[in-house]
């Protein structure tokens, strides 16, 4: 691998891996914001909403922030950034009605965001060997989007709830993979 990079190449790996600890945290997070939306009984509609935007917002920056560093699908990083950043502004300014109104388009943006994650792990298969984690994840979301959609066996408060802890979880652990991916990559140059 090193006699195949560039010096400018290597000094971009060497000094992108000493951040991988940030995709750790970022993990860590992620896991806690799943925790605490798992933990709701008889939240207020209003907190929810709020913890929604707060997801969203991490998603953008942590997209935006991917779509800096790349090379190669900067402007898919960028889009789906952008729309995550959409997403959580107006969940922000609204969370009531952001609670009501996701639940009811739930299946949707769980579909967007499971085709990222398997747009996501192809792109990455060349790289990254665990890349079929994020497959599985991908697939797992697109599934719970059919699901949530037809809002089957569950009532359709509950499945936000639910559902956007399973993303959050699903989030933080792929995040937690790809920091130590990150670290073992900087030790490999």
Request: net charge negative.
């Amino acid at each position: 691998m090193e006699s195949s990079l560039s010096a400018a190449e290597r000094a971009a790996v060497e000094s992108v891996s000493r951040l991988w600890w940030l995709w750790i945290a970022i993990g860590i997070v992620w896991m806690a914001v799943a925790l605490v939306i798992l933990q709701f009984d008889d939240a207020s509609v209003a907190t929810v909403g709020v913890i929604i935007g707060l997801m969203f917002i991490g998603a953008a920056v942590q997209q935006l922030a991917v779509a800096a560093l790349v090379d190669r699908l900067k402007w898919l990083y960028a889009l789906f950034g952008g729309l995550f950043a959409i997403a959580g502004v107006i969940a922000l300014i609204s969370p009531g009605s952001t609670f009501e109104a996701l639940a009811s388009v739930l299946g949707f943006l769980f579909l967007v965001v499971g085709i990222f994650w398997i747009i996501e792990s192809f792109v990455a298969k060349e790289v990254n060997e665990l890349w079929w984690l994020g497959l599985i994840a991908g697939i797992l979301m697109v599934v719970l989007a059919f699901w949530t959609g037809g809002q089957l066996l569950i009532e359709k408060e509950y499945v936000l709830l639910v559902f956007a802890g399973i993303w959050a979880l699903m989030a933080g652990v792929t995040d937690v993979i790809r920091g130590f991916q990150v670290r073992r990559l900087g030790r490999l140059i």
